[in-house]
């Protein structure tokens, strides 16, 4: 077992709650962080939550986003006769073109990094480590190592908050995933309540805030508010990420631009800079949490609806290249 938040042992020039060093074992540094949490017991328990034999795609299209992105290039798709390519054969292959960030994905923990150029377990990546890396040698905590052996893949339980619904079936607020709502765990905490749902540790902790089905329908006034990336998402602070490492939650993911509304606020309330996504800084380079956006909840959300059940098997193949920083999840759902 591990310390709770206040208890974890103090890691020098890093705040207290840095979990570096709390997975290690003989002596090499871990690269899994809370995926450690993922215990072979927890797995199978997990694995008894199927039971209507349905199995629900998360994996919002590669090209969901239909409109110029800032900084971030559309996939570009390129089929391919293999006749004109002079294979001999007819038929086709296809090229893909994509960056990792710009539909459903996971954010490994060298996504971000701290100032000092530093994430989980102090690995310090750079480009060049990124691009030079082959999986044998590669010692950065990148999503191809989810491929190992000792790791396949990550399957665990589930549980998705359904922040949208909530508050569309229980208040009179017309809430929209672009005005920048904040979400408590005093908010996760009365949802899983009102859904029937226990948040267990080594959960994969799943909101939905509505963001990519706005995405899918921009309207102009909608697209205005987009650019000024005020957005909800899970409040980013300290406190909230004390919450989900007390939990003992494996990973986190949501249907939102960054999981944590934007922009940033500190733990003194002042909005931040973007360099200083809070939650970014707890999951990816303190605690060792992987993070998921984009992902598309609306089908998984309306069939926990209509089952009254909001948890279930997860399963996620990241994309295996190495040093990925972040992949499409390949996430599905299973009940
Ligand atoms: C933002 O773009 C703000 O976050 P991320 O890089 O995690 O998608």
């Known amino acids: 077992s591990v310390p709770d938040f206040d208890n974890l042992p103090a890691v020098e020039g890093q705040p207290q709650g840095c979990a570096w060093g709390v997975f290690d074992k003989d ?13 072979p017991e927890i797995v199978a328990a997990a694995a008894k939550e199927v ?10 299209p590669l090209n969901g986003i ?18 004109e390519a002079g294979m001999g054969i007819d038929g086709f292959d296809d090229e893909l ?13 060298c996504h971000c990094t701290l100032p000092s150029g530093e994430t989980y377990n102090g690995f310090k990546p750079s480009v060049e480590l990124l691009q030079t890396t082959t999986t044998e040698g590669n010692d950065l905590p990148t ?7 000792a790791k396949g893949c990550l399957v665990a339980r589930g549980v998705l908050i359904d922040f949208k619904r909530y508050i569309d079936e229980t208040t009179d607020k017309t809430y929209d995933a672009l005005d920048g709502h904040r979400i408590t765990v005093e908010e996760i905490e009365a949802v899983a309540k ?18 990519t089905e706005f995405l899918e329908n921009p ?41 944590e509304a934007l922009p940033p606020v500190r733990d003194n309330g002042e909005v931040a800079e973007l360099s200083d996504l809070v939650l970014h800084k707890w999951f990816l380079n303190y605690f060792g949490t992987p993070i998921g956006e ?33 992949s499409p999840p390949n996430a599905i759902a299973l009940f």
Do not use: C
């Open 27 to 39: 002596d090499k540094k871990d690269r899994y962080g809370t995926l450690n949490f993922l215990t």
């Open 51 to 60: 039971k209507d034999g349905i199995s629900i795609s998360l994996n919002w």
């Open 66 to 83: 239909k409109f110029p992105f800032p900084h971030r290039k559309a996939p570009v798709h390129k089929p391919i006769s293999l006749r």
């Open 97 to 109: 073109e994509i960056n990792t960030q710009f539909s459903s994905q996971w954010d490994s923990l």
């Open 143 to 149: 999503l191809d190592h989810w491929h190992s052996p």
């Open 194 to 211: 009102h859904q029937g749902v226990e948040i267990k540790p080594g959960d994969v902790l799943i909101v939905r805030t509505g963001y």
């Open 219 to 259: 309207t102009p006034e909608g697209f205005a508010k987009m650019t000024t990336m005020s957005l909800s998402g899970v409040h980013g602070t300290t406190e909230t990420a004390k919450w989900f490492w007390n939990k003992r939650i494996a990973a986190v993911a949501s249907d939102a631009h960054a999981f």
């Open 294 to 326: 984009l992902w598309d909840l609306k089908a998984l959300g309306e069939y926990a609806k209509e089952k009254g059940k909001y948890s279930f098997l997860l399963t996620s193949v990241p994309l295996n290249h190495p040093g990925l920083v972040a």
